[in-house]
Structure formats: C-alpha cells, structure tokens
C-alpha cells in the first residue's frame, strides 16, 4: 500500500514518518493513506522548466554579460570608424615594431564624402614597406573591448546586488 498521507483540503502528499501530524502548506489535519486523485497528482507534481519561473539573478548576470559585450562590440566597430585611436590599444598584440593609421577621404558625388580608416604596421629597421593589419586591429579591439565591457557590467551587477542588499530590511 501506499507509505502517504493526504492533505483532505489540498491534496499535498507527505511521507508517513509519525512526526508531522498537519499539512505544511494548509495547516490542515493529515488523513490516513489513501490513493490520491488525478488532480492531486498533478497539482503535486514536481514543477519542472516549463512550469517554473527562471532564476532571476542568472538572467540578471546575463544581461549585464550581454549589455557589456555589446558595449565593446560598439566601441571596436562604430568606435574606431569615428575615433580611429580606440584602435591603439590592440598595436602590442598585432605589431612588433611602429603602427600607424591612415585616414583617406574621398568623394564619390558632389555634396557626398566618405572616410577610409586603415591601420598599417611598420618595422623601420628593416625598410619594409607598411603591412596593413586593419583586420587584425578590428579583431583584437573587438575581443579586447568585449572583455572589458564584460568585466565592467558584471561588477556593475555585483555593486548593485550589495547595495540591493545592503537597503533591503
């Protein structure tokens, strides 16, 4: 038979240890075993995940996680076109020697401009010519700021959850 007690009011299903003589969830008098009820059944039923509600604080991590990546993702791309020197900070990962930027500004209609960022590497004591690694710089401005973006939303979250903490009573 069945090692259960019922809640006649409510239906939860409690193990029959002799110690709990009450439902937890009404207050109600447990009764004897009996077999429970489909509805029962199904109202006691472990909730799984298309029942229950996702944990807020790892989607909290995870917009502060995105919102940072795509801060950097901006900075690299939007950035740099308009501040080319927001590139700077990949040269030590892309050249050994000298790195410049060259700006080119074109005109394809009256009235209408355009500007052309490209990123060149330059090793002076060997006299080759400039190697473009613009591609290269793009990349690693993009990891590099991400990663930071990234870092910075996720203490930003970890600043207010303490002070979230810190306020509630």
């Known amino acids: 038979?069945?090692?259960?007690?019922?809640c006649s009011k409510c239906g939860y299903a409690l193990p029959t240890t002799g110690e709990l003589n009450y439902c937890p969830r009404c207050g109600n008098a447990l009764g004897q075993?009996?077999?429970?009820s489909f509805q029962e059944i199904v109202r006691n039923a472990p909730a799984y995940s298309y029942r229950s509600k996702p944990?807020?604080?790892?989607?909290?991590?995870?917009?502060?996680?995105?919102?940072?990546?795509?801060?950097?993702?901006?900075?690299?791309?939007?950035g740099i076109a308009i501040a080319p020197s927001l590139?700077?900070?990949a040269a030590p990962f892309v050249c050994d020697g000298g790195f410049s930027i060259k700006s080119t500004h074109y005109s394809y209609k009256p009235g209408q401009s355009g500007v052309t960022r490209q990123f060149y590497c330059q090793d002076n004591s060997s006299g080759e010519s400039p190697r473009e690694v613009t591609g290269s710089v793009i990349g690693w401005s993009m990891g590099i700021y991400c990663g930071l973006g990234t870092l910075l939303g996720l203490m930003s979250f970890a600043i207010f959850r303490i002070i979230k903490k810190i306020k509630a009573p």
Do not use: E, Q
Request: proline share 3%; hydrophobic share 50%; aromatic share 16%.
């Open 33 to 36: 075993s009996r077999t429970p």
């Open 87 to 89: 590139g700077k900070i």
């Open 55 to 78: 944990n807020k604080i790892k989607l909290s991590w995870l917009w502060f996680s995105l919102a940072g990546i795509w801060t950097g993702f901006m900075i690299a791309t939007a």
């Open 1 to 6: 038979m069945s090692d259960l007690h019922y």
